[in-house]
């Protein structure tokens, strides 16, 4: 396994566009994690997953956010009808349930245009 | 809630200078402390973790030492490199992972 893949890398859009972004994890774990950051900022939570269940989504998300996990394994990030404000890096992460650290892809950079 | 504050930054220090960068976290019981750094261009990387009080975590020279008692996670190495020039995020475990604002370290020949 060669680490949490996420795709595409860079995806420029039109505003009003809808995107979807795919993220790989480790295979072995069944937490997974989405993450957004904007220059200078640390990773803001989005939402995450344990398995195919999502068990918790940031409330400062709009409506426009929508996450899948549908078999447990990798997991895709929809965004409709994007905005300026959604230019950032969308990061993906996984985990163990417990204590241990999170492993994060390369991140998937939205420019909405 | 449950939060990281770090110190701001930028840093900017002469190779083989000291480092600390300072972090302190509020939570609800003992969460799990991490350390990631993020290098130019690339995503974020775990540095070092500690999962109790009073626990050290290490690696590549640096360290963190985890304060129950003040609340707090900092970072430090004896004497940083060129190479150590990256952005710092210290960062708690509760459900989900919970990153502070991150601290910017140039280091100059």
């Known amino acids: 396994d060669t680490g949490v893949s996420q795709n595409p890398r860079h995806k420029i859009t039109k505003r009003g566009q809808n995107v979807t972004f795919r993220c790989d994890p480790i295979?072995?774990?069944?937490?997974l994690y989405w993450y957004r950051q904007t220059l200078g900022q640390g990773p803001e939570f989005l939402t995450y997953?344990?398995?195919?269940?999502?068990?918790?989504k940031s409330r400062l998300l709009s409506d426009r956010f929508s996450a899948e996990r549908p078999k447990g394994s990798f997991s895709t990030l929809e965004i409709q009808r994007t905005e300026q404000g959604d230019s950032a890096m969308y990061l993906c992460?996984?985990?163990?349930?417990?204590?241990?650290?999170?492993?994060f892809g390369q991140g998937t950079r939205l420019t909405v245009v | 809630g449950d939060s990281v504050t770090q110190m701001e930054g930028p840093v900017t220090l002469s190779e083989e200078a000291f480092l600390t960068i300072n972090c302190t976290y509020t939570?609800?019981?003992?969460?799990?402390l991490f350390w990631y750094v993020q290098y130019p261009g690339e995503g974020l990387q775990l540095l070092l973790k500690?999962?109790?009080?009073?626990d050290k975590g290490s690696n590549k020279g640096f360290e963190a030492t985890y304060r129950k008692e003040t609340t707090s996670f900092h970072l430090e190495k004896g004497s940083v490199q060129v190479s150590d020039s990256a952005v710092y995020f210290c960062?708690?475990?509760?459900?989900?992972?919970?990153f502070g604002t991150g601290t910017s370290l140039t280091v100059i020949p």
């Open positions: 992460a996984s985990s163990f349930p417990t204590d241990t650290e999170a492993f």
């Open positions: 295979s072995e774990h069944n937490r």
């Open positions: 997953f344990q398995n195919e269940a999502q068990l918790e």
């Open positions: 939570a609800t019981g003992y969460p799990s």
């Open positions: 500690a999962t109790k009080a009073d």
């Open positions: 960062a708690l475990r509760a459900n989900q992972f919970y």
